[in-house]
């Protein structure tokens, strides 16, 4: 069975910052998991977030003098999936021997095609990178034709776009290397995001979702199942409220009925049932979410939420 | 012909810090010289520097408050080879298009197990990074566990290991993509280094000269040719001193003396003239160094140093 993993933020770190050697932790628990479902004989493609890594490169180059030219959204991306890659690849490989599995993990480094037609999904809207004063907002705004917008937090924020993904440019490469044998970890935070403008493909400043986009390779990969691990337990109705309660199963009807009425907040559980449901809708194949912990049993069905037609 | 091609950081950006704009402009120039060779029906693996990248993250990360924890070496390595390879990949495909051929470049991250017994290459030789004043050198040194060496220009660098690569763990990742009919771009920067220790490869704070590796990837792939390319016209004896004399051809026993006689120096010449001798001695297949807006005749032999047995 051919299956596609999407590892939350929390595969790699917690929001606050934390030091190399616990990031290796983080990574060698979530890669031990991941192996016990490779030893099970599946063929697997990572995918992985990179909100806290881009957040903190971001701030590395903001502490850097204001003349100093810094590297584009797109380039950031670029370099956390050469970081987040490497760490995945490396623990994955050590968790695989201590099984006695010999397999090799391969990084590709993903780009992806967004639709640059969708007016919806071309506004500035997810705020990224540290909070400024007025000033320094106005400064990078004309330097840097960065857009702000004010953090309810305080300070001001730079908003960049978070277009729909329509196409993986690497599915190729990775389907060479599945048949390889190789463990591809892709489309890390979503994918480099590349538009067409002017019959051209140009990167451009914006975040995909990478659930979204790890639907979208599973879909062109025509995985057999769609696996989003995260923090949570699965998906709930009512999450944290009163009445709250999880789902063991759930159609793709009852799902986009609820994901209608809200019920999964935009920068987190929704946009994982939204993927899910895309996957189910475009293969007819199943989808689960769950606790990274519980991995090889939310592929199995035994915990988290699976969904189905 | 399977041609291995490493790149010098000029193909990149020069020392002097360059915007993004330049960046692209750089590497486009590059890629250009590459597709011909591609365009002529070659197979091409492509290697290159990270020098100038390596050195603006490590100083985005100085930037930050020194209680802050900082991503070691290796990852830095990590991230320029997302960074560079996305770059390269995008410019390459761009330019095979613009010259009617259909392929896609692949970046590959690469790790490179060195030689961890040979004392001479474990010495700290290596500055990396800006230069720090006597004290914030011994709190990164407490701190880091930096080693430190007086800068002949004032203040203190860190200097890390520069250890021979003894094997590229890429190989068959690079071999499967190549029989895919895509162009690899790996080993950048010299590679991520790994050392064997207590029986497990972990990663280590070192730097990997990037011909070094490239000439033993280009061994290990069996290549036919390996070409260096950089921004001087090729290997010359009393290099910009009386007597100048440019090599249009050599031997690896001129070339093995002359490097034995201190013609090429360490951080420049010197390693490119070695991973050639190291190439064509282990494979009895000859070797190119030459400016890389000549790859084209260089390649052909028609300009720069053709090095064989």
Redesign the interface.
């Known amino acids: 069975m051919l299956i596609v993993i999407a590892l939350g933020g929390n595969a790699i770190q917690s929001s606050d ?4 050697e616990d990031q290796w932790r983080a990574v060698s628990n979530a890669m031990a998991s991941v192996s016990e479902v490779i030893a099970e004989g599946h063929s697997v493609v990572l995918t992985h977030g990179n909100g806290p890594q881009v957040g903190f ?1 971001l ?3 903001d ?2 003098p204001m003349t ?5 959204l ?2 950031a991306v ?6 987040i ?3 995945m ?2 623990a994955l490989e ?1 968790e695989l021997t201590k099984r006695g599995v010999r397999k ?1 993990a ?4 993903t ?1 992806v095609i967004v639709n640059s037609d969708d007016p919806q999904g071309w506004k500035p809207t997810k705020p990224i990178g540290r909070s400024y004063t007025r000033e320094e907002a106005e400064v990078l705004s004309k330097r840097m034709g960065w857009i702000f917008k004010e953090d309810p937090r305080g300070g001001y924020r730079r908003v960049v776009p978070s277009p729909m993904p329509v196409k993986i ?2 599915v ?2 990775i389907s ?2 599945l048949q ?1 044998g ?1 463990v591809p970890i892709a489309a890390g935070g979503g994918g ?1 995001p ?1 538009a067409r403008s002017n019959g ?2 140009r ?1 451009v400043e914006a975040v995909v979702d990478k659930d979204l986009a790890s639907s979208l390779l599973a879909v062109e990969l025509r995985a057999d199942k769609f696996v989003v691990l995260t923090d949570v337990g699965g998906v709930a109705i009512n999450y944290k409220r009163l009445g709250e309660t999880w789902l063991r199963r759930a159609s793709t009807k009852e799902l986009r009925k609820l994901y209608e009425e809200g019920q999964f907040p935009p920068g987190s559980m929704g946009p994982k049932v939204l993927s899910c449901i895309k996957f189910v809708e475009a293969t007819g194949k199943e989808c689960a979410i769950g606790h990274l912990e519980d991995a090889y049993r939310v592929i199995k069905g035994e915990a988290g939420t699976t969904i189905g037609e």
């Open positions: 910052r934390r030091g190399v490169l701030e590395a180059f502490s850097l100093e030219p810094r590297p584009t797109d380039l670029a370099m956390t999936q050469g970081w890659g490497f760490m690849a490396h050590r090799r391969v990084v590709v480094p780009r440019l690497e190729d490469t060479a290397l390889g190789f480099i590349l051209e493909l990167p």
